[in-house]
């Protein structure tokens, strides 16, 4: 069954619409453009009735497959201006997946003032006013009172905003309840979060009845496909060993080896004390400590890589799930912190707030660099998080309102964003081909756009990185159309005719990999459409200045991939 | 004589140019986007290096004609990221001219944390490291110490920043002296206090040897245009009272009557206590307070208009010059404030700090509209600006980042921002010539480059606004490149010729009007197009969407000038 849910948020009616023909092929983030596209106005206020929030499991979300149920969420973002997807993990993709829902568009807007909790089942659709208990509620307990209203992790999942999403900041993201009910996958960038608290919709449960096992259309190609895809999960090193062992955290060690990891506010890319914060040390703590430590650990069911983990405090207890690189990179080194408990602290702060580690880490930097708190200062920071942008005082709004506003407002130039969005932990002056990917992406600098990280080649050399990041760009986007984890990437390039195999045997379609890939482009030209007709063009596909100008320690490599490159990248 | 000074920030040094023959005609506004456009790169940091600020008087500025000394900063805006000309009275523009200076530009920046003092005179520039007792001074004491060492006011006038631009605020001005020495006349809006911040640089002393009395070239047609033109002067109604007697405050019962005046964050455009805040009331308590008060009152050497005024406590004794429209309305209607000792405190505050009055009074109508302070609190303000703002606390940074970065860090909506600028204290819903000035200079929401409300029109019909707004932002254009006040644009209907004649007397040129509307068209094409190349078109040349929305009582109008019209409104 394939359906569209229309949420209107102003009058609390839904309907449930039949999926247009020309939507047939798109799933995940294809989708949720596309609908942005189509029926949000570019120069619309972010914040205003007039933006939409789309849901969208990937294509083959639902099925059996591993890591295969990650779910997007679209709208024009707040943040940078331009159309957004934000990707995550956890069990919304596959419960709305099940429900048939290809698709859940939420219009308009409740009462400022008002909030709602959305339920969502097989043949209704409920609009329940939130409880005073949840609003200003962390998503830890918000979830935990819905799953007690809603008959617990078996019966349900959810996706909901903490404080940061009711107080509209740039750095909320959407959090999803994972398979043990963790409020703790975020679609994190962008500030989907604030799109979401801009409709007074504090959470979406969604009911996992299963009437609908999703299936596929040709059971042969179907085995074939997914015995294949499993067997490179299986044997590939990143998958089968390094992601389950060390999480995204391992790749510390190999951004910081390059000189690309962000250390004191983007002012060097190697950390002195990087092996602190690394995924082996983490590893050996998790091991040492025990208790409800994991090593390993999934985030959504039916995943095999299980890259996620779960970090203890001494006594074995849980502080967070789950430490990932980007965190690590941007609340250790970004903030001269070498210390994996206080990152943990961090971690699940911004799981409980609601926020985009990645936005928030960033900021913080800013702050530093401004003197408002000293480098190193963890328990500063720690005050920041679960005071100030808890409760929203003038302090914590600026670090809610991401790197590039908190940069302006504090006078500081070194601001490592493009379109206004802070750059993962991956330092484009060291890590090229990423840069390529900030600056062209219709995203804004997010590394899940397009990570060249994974690809033998020299980062430092800019020769070669547009063409290397439009390919990369087109592979995750083709990703997340399917709904497949960004971590299957490394699989097409073994063969990636299992992935149009797959998608036949869901579809009953004849597509070539090369087919997929056009229609990965053309979500792309959809999306820098959208961006254009909101005001973006050539200018803003530009790292900020300095990034050309401040030579990187200890490479002292400045970004040095040429304008016409970039301007190029979608000439293809 | 006609020269060019280059400081060169960087290492302290400086060059007297020629001018350049490309140059000879350009004066004011028209001069310094020209030098920012051919020397700062568009896409550069604003705040770094490689942005450049340009002094220029006037073309006849420095004359012995009134009115003429207006002095014209450039740069590219920190706020808005475009192009930036910001235009002021006060005496620095006579003294720059009369040193023969065309133009200032200020390249490179010191180390941050150091802080200069540059003076400026017939043969010599000197850099003069900033005593500490300069450093975070308001503009009061800032001028009253330079005075000190100067000469006083006979010897020199000042450009300088308040504890705003050093700490590189959005809302940061350039403050000039005025003929009594008063740290009062800002070259307000787009940030450029900020960026004289970022070059640390604290003041421009100009030492005014007059050894260059500015002189004209045919003495007769001088004679004459100078003739026509006093007489027009003394004739026009709003030149020779209106403008004396009750100052720019005479507007706000006009825009109150026409259901234009910013309320409560714009969200009404008649106030009910508007007869409190209104020029005629200024000039009651100006007039019974007596003592150091004044109804008239010239910011500049040579002025016969005399729209400045002093205004006194209850005491007699000074306490902010000069009241003006834009503040009382602002400050007053927009933030529920009916009290003009207040808005007197308000802009004595704004002046010392170095602070732009619209930019700043439409945040303050942002954090009331957030409920970070309420509504009328005349008290709470002040702390805010004298404690917050001040100091650079948290807060404070937000009061002076603008009203789009505090709008958005608070999740406000309704923000009154055009190129993430604030917008004069014309609503464009009930002005709507004013509105299409708001959306298509290149300036971004600034009355002054093209006011349309003393035009007899309906200013609700959206019709006839687009070639409305074209024609007065060209006369605006001009008036700055010659360096008049914009309160000479009155006379230009009356008899146009008499400043082509001065014009030409003054160069030995046979230029007619016409010819000079050319010479501005081709001003607004040199912006528009740096602007396009730092990344701005059509999609920004709107008014945010909710002012499309959103009715505006009493009147319950939208603005509705179709956005054709708007696109094309330089296709001319």
Known sequence: MNRILRINMTDRTFVVEPLPDRYRYLGGRAITSQIVADEVPPTCDALGPSNKLVWAPGLLSGTTVSSTSRVSVGCK???????????????????????????????????????????????????????????????????????????????????????????????????????????????????????????????????????????????????????????????????????????????????????????????????????????????????????????????MTGCAIQCSNIFPDRMGREVASSMEFETNGLWGSNLGIADLDAVARFTYLCNDLGVDTIEAGGTMGIFMEAGLIQWGDASAVEHILDHDLRSGTPLGRLAGSGAGIAGRALGVVRVPVVKNQTISAYDPRAIKGNGVTYCTSPQGADHTAGNTIGMKVDHLDPAGKVALSREVQLVATILDMLGYCTFARGLTDINPETFSTMFNAYMGTTWSWKDLRQLALSVIGTERGFNRRAGFGAAHDRLPEWMRKEPLPPHNAVFDVDNEGLDSIWEC
């Open 77 to 299: 973002s707040p943040l940078t201006g331009t159309i957004k997807e934000s990707n995550a993990g956890g069990e919304t993709g596959l419960l709305l997946a099940q429900l048939g829902y290809r698709a859940v568009i939420v219009e308009g807007a409740a009462e400022p003032g008002s909030w709602w909790v959305l339920v969502i089942d097989w043949d209704e659709v409920r609009f329940v006013e939130a409880p005073k208990s949840l609003i200003g509620a962390g998503g830890y307990a918000t979830a935990a009172e819905l799953f007690a209203q809603y008959g617990g992790v078996r019966q349900c999942g959810m996706a909901l905003i903490g404080p940061a999403g009711e107080l509209k900041m740039n750095v909320a993201g959407i959090v999803n309840t994972d398979r043990d009910g963790r409020a703790s996958r975020l679609n994190a960038r962008g500030g989907v979060g604030a799109v979401m608290g801009s409709k007074s919709l504090k959470a979406v449960v969604v009911m996992g009845n299963k009437r609908n096992p999703v299936s596929h259309v040709d059971e042969m190609r179907w085995k074939e496909g997914a015995r294949q895809y499993m067997r490179m999960l299986r044997e590939h090193p990143a998958t089968s060993e390094r992601y389950p062992q060390l999480g995204t955290a391992g790749t510390l060690e190999v951004v910081n080896k390059l000189g690309g990891l962000p250390t004191r506010n983007f002012s060097a890319g190697r950390f002195e004390a990087a092996d602190q914060i690394a995924g082996i040390r983490m590893r050996e703590i998790i091991l040492e400590r025990g208790g409800e430590g994991r090593t390993t650990h999934s985030c």
